[in-house]
């Protein structure tokens, strides 16, 4: 029997999304949900560029001013620090079942120069967000993604490959214009480049990011700007979500205790780590270290 990509899809996600509202995926940018009732209204902060896939049921969203309505199978691409409110709704024969993926900014860069180096031609316009009928391509790259979350070894070298698919399939499709700004346009990309690899390798130093622009010879207010143009988020922004996302593999893949984990990724504080660590992963570490080993087990 031929299984459509949307039914592997759906039954995934259905596998992954094991409790009501958000579940988080070995993937720190994938997340799943399920809403076995109407949800009014649920907000939350998002940051950078995010691919939303509604699988079952609908949604409409309030997004950059917008009011958008996301139908099974569509895709939602938004893009900026925004608060997202939104309404979910069940299907008649089941829950409300999503997936959320989040494009960390050094795949965004990575993806631009790729196609600009390959001569994509550049698309200026820009929207906030964008809604469509899921892509084919990004569809069999979402099968793929999700398909490797059991083997660690797999999602470590298949999975990042797959979120790269689906960016670049994104840049190619009229979704484009909800965070591409300027394939080709200048030097920028690369230097934005340089400054995220500059961060990652640093991320336990103290940085500013008077201290970033001078590593790659660029005005503080330029680096900035053009920083949130390519990736979505302040440089500040991302260089506490990449201390964040190191942790959170510190504490699962090393069993790193939480004040271990925040030293180790520059955190001075342990109740600013505790207090950051909670507003971007829904739990304190130590409880989401515990939580997410048990639901593993």
């Not at 698919?165 to 230097?191: M, P, Q, T, Y």
């Not at 790659?216 to 330029?222: A, D, I, L, N, T």
Request: aromatic share 6%.
């Amino acid at each position: 029997m031929i299984v459509d990509g949307r039914d592997k899809l759906r039954t995934l996600v259905d596998r992954w999304a094991v409790a009501e509202g958000r579940t988080n995926s070995p993937l720190a940018a994938l997340a799943f949900y399920r809403m076995s009732q109407r949800q009014f209204c649920t907000k939350a902060v998002v940051n950078g560029v995010t691919l939303a896939v509604v699988v079952q049921g609908t949604k409409g969203v309030r997004v950059h001013g917008l009011e958008l309505a996301v139908e099974p199978m569509q895709e939602l691409v938004f893009t900026g620090e925004t608060t997202l409110e939104t309404t979910c709704q069940a299907a008649s024969d089941g829950p409300y079942l999503s997936l959320g993926l989040t494009f960390s900014p050094e795949t965004i860069v990575k993806c631009l120069m790729a196609l600009a180096g390959a001569g994509a031609p550049p698309k200026a316009e820009r929207v906030p967000a964008f809604v469509s009928e899921l892509e084919p391509a990004v569809l069999d790259a979402l099968v793929r993604l999700l398909g490797c979350l059991d083997d660690p070894v797999e999602r470590q070298l298949i999975g990042p490959l797959a979120v790269e698919e689906c960016a670049l399939r994104l840049l190619r499709s009229d979704a484009a214009a909800a965070f591409r700004s300027a394939v080709g346009k200048d030097g920028d990309l690369a230097r934005i480049e340089q400054a995220i690899r500059f961060m990652q390798s640093n991320r336990a130093r103290a940085l500013s990011v008077a201290d970033i622009a001078r590593h790659v010879g660029m005005s503080e207010s330029h680096f900035a700007h053009r920083f949130r143009d390519v990736a979505g988020l302040s440089p500040m922004r991302y260089l506490r979500q990449t201390r964040l996302d190191h942790a959170r593999t510190l504490m699962l893949s090393e069993g790193a205790r939480p004040s271990e984990a925040a030293a180790r990724v520059g955190f001075e504080s342990a109740s600013h780590f505790t207090r950051e660590f909670k507003r971007a992963y829904g739990a304190p570490p130590a409880d989401y270290a515990r939580r997410f080993r048990a639901a593993a087990s």
